[in-house]
């Protein structure tokens, strides 16, 4: 069929090219040649659409089924990217004679979306990877086993698995895709091996029942909105191996009533610590140069804070609306203090202004 297509492109152009020569009129070459490139654009473009459908079919074809699941072979083992399963799901280790290696593969997710069905998943050691909305919006998921086989989480792997309330991350996990938990509102523990060198961006957004966290020392950076919206967070202790605290990192954590920043620390991103209500104390390390634009606004209950002679600019809305905060010391380093850095701020005396 392929054959009989790319013959009929050209028999076709021959013809018309043919005909053509009999009837045109002579033309200037300059529009001559334009013409002629005009048709080789259309020529490329249609070829690669042709390939672009052929590429569509050929990767269906792949496509297989042996009982409840389907799966894709390729470098060596199975994906699966489908299951009808339901219940207590154990993922199968082979499939069409091939190991399973992966499970999940970008959207959708394997059971499909949302699945109120499956109960709890047990993944064998022949997987080295779950990937992206693997178990996405498995709402009734319960419990799932990951196998020390296991060196990557993808991105929204585990997002809105609002039943999930523990899991352990085992140690031969190195990277945790973003939003890989988001919104799992019934997780209240989870443990982060020492491999994970990064908290990345929206990782465990809207865990709310999250009450506790243990960051290891292996870890540099928390990401943006790693731990936003965890308002059952209470503490969080971060290691002196963090050298960054993305933008919204712990925003909302209302339950958070201390924190304590490593002199590690060289960036604290805007809105970090925005409306953590309950935060009373916060310590600033003298690594840091700047508190950068609405860092702990709306932390009400922020009775008083310490800003390091490390310090050179105070961001806008900084502390806006620390309603609770009675001292601030700032340093003689400051030389900026962003427009509405401690607005709302009534229980402050003298309200320190713009540099």
Known sequence: MRLNFVWFIAESTKANTASQDKTKPLIPMKASFLSFGVSRLFSRMAWFLFLIVLSAFSQLSRAEVEGAWTYTLEDGGATITASTATGAVTVPATLGAQAVKRVGNNWPPIF???????????????????????????????????????????????????????????????????????????????????????????????????????????????????????????????????????????????????????????????????????????????????????????????????????????????????TSLRSVTIPSSVTSIGEGAFEGCSGLTRVPTKR
């Open 112 to 322: 499909g979306a949302p699945n109120t069905t499956v109960r709890s998943v047990t993944i064998p050691n022949s997987v080295t990877s779950i990937g992206s909305y693997a178990f996405s919006s498995c709402t009734g998921l319960t419990r799932v086993k990951i196998p020390n086989s296991v060196t990557g989480i993808g991105a929204f792997a585990f997002a809105g698995c609002s039943e999930l309330t523990s899991l352990a991350i085992p140690s031969s996990v190195t990277s945790v895709g973003v939003y890989a938990f988001q919104s799992c509102s019934g997780l209240t523990s989870v443990t982060i091996p020492n491999s994970v060198t990064s908290i990345r961006n929206s990782a465990f957004t809207g865990c709310s029942s999250l009450t506790s966290v243990k960051i290891p020392d292996s870890v540099t950076s928390i990401g943006q909105s790693a731990f936003d919206g965890c308002i059952g967070l209470t503490r969080v202790k971060i290691p002196d191996s963090v050298t960054e605290i993305g933008a919204f990192a712990f925003a909302g954590c209302s339950g958070l009533t201390g924190v304590t920043i490593p002199n590690s620390v060289t960036s604290v991103g805007v809105y970090a610590f925005q409306s953590c209500s309950g935060l009373t104390s916060v310590t600033i390390p003298n690594s840091v140069t700047s508190i950068e634009n609405n860092a702990f606004a709306g932390c009400s209950s922020l009775t008083s804070v310490t800003i390091p002679d490390s310090v050179t600019s105070i961001g806008q809305s900084a502390f806006d609306n620390c």
